[in-house]
T-cell receptor, first 113, second 115 residues
Framework: KQEVTQIPAALSVPEGENLVLNCSFT??????LQWFRQDPGKGLTSLLL?????REQTSGRLNASLDKSSGRSTLYIAASQPGDSATYLC????????????FGQGTELSVKP | GAGVSQSPRYKVAKRGQDVALRCDPI?????LFWYQQALGQGPEFLTY????????KSGLPSDRFFAERPEGSVSTLKIQRTQQEDSAVYLC?????????????FGEGSRLTVL
């Protein structure tokens, strides 16, 4: 059974710091991995989608990497801003389970001005 | 609108009542998903539609939960005889493709509180 773990559960940093959020998964047979952002009381906003054949994806200050063999993904946020404060979730889609995403529990990020 | 729309945004039900939650996916999106998110947790898969066909309902927690998408567009998640443990945010997501390669777009969710 696929399990997704995110570490740390919560993180507080001063504005301007570069930071890394971690996501690990137990079964390397994934189709793709997606990082989401969730603001309090809101739905999920897709940040980056990495296909299993890719090693990384970049969007602005965000960079996500994928290492299937070790079952790990990282989300790197450069020059963090207070507006980055949110919960960040990673989710994996398996090869043989249609569209189902398996989510981690999320990392709650707080960026202090 | 351009995004996934869910209604109602908030629902308070007395234990034992039936509730219905609606999802309007992005126009033209083939795949539609329902997830349940408890407070402080990641979303948990409930069910998946490809057009009007319900291809996976393995995540529905009990036979009190029922989902439908009769015309391959709008979907309704129905919960019968609600229990307190059903309190959660119910998220709907849609995806353009039918081959599981695409990005999921989520609605803002329906927050259900069962008293």
């Amino acid at each position: 059974k696929q399990e997704v773990t995110q570490i740390p559960a919560a993180l507080s940093v001063p504005e301007g710091e570069n930071l890394v959020l971690n996501c690990s998964f137990t079964d390397s047979a994934i189709y793709n991995l997606q990082w989401f952002r969730q603001d309090p009381g809101k739905g999920l906003t897709s940040l980056l989608l990495i296909q299993s054949s890719q090693r990384e994806q970049t969007s602005g200050r965000l960079n996500a990497s994928l290492d299937k063999s070790s079952g790990r993904s990282t989300l790197y946020i450069a020059a963090s801003q207070p507006g980055d404060s949110a919960t960040y979730l990673c989710a994996v889609r398996r090869n043989n389970q249609g569209g189902k995403l398996i989510f981690g529990q999320g990392t709650e990020l707080s960026v202090k001005p | 609108g351009a995004g996934v729309s869910q209604s109602p945004r908030y629902k308070v039900a007395k234990r034992g009542q039936d509730v219905a939650l609606r999802c309007d996916p992005i126009s033209g999106h083939v795949s539609l998903f329902w997830y349940q998110q408890a407070l402080g947790q990641g979303p948990e898969f409930l069910t998946y539609f490809q057009n009007e066909a319900q291809l996976d309902k393995s995540g529905l927690p009990s036979d009190r939960f029922f989902a439908e998408r009769p015309e391959g567009s709008v979907s309704t998640l129905k919960i019968q005889r609600t229990q307190q443990e059903d309190s959660a945010v119910y998220l709907c997501a849609s995806s353009l493709d039918r081959f599981s390669a695409g990005e999921l777009f989520f609605g803002e969710g329906s927050r259900l509180t069962v008293l």
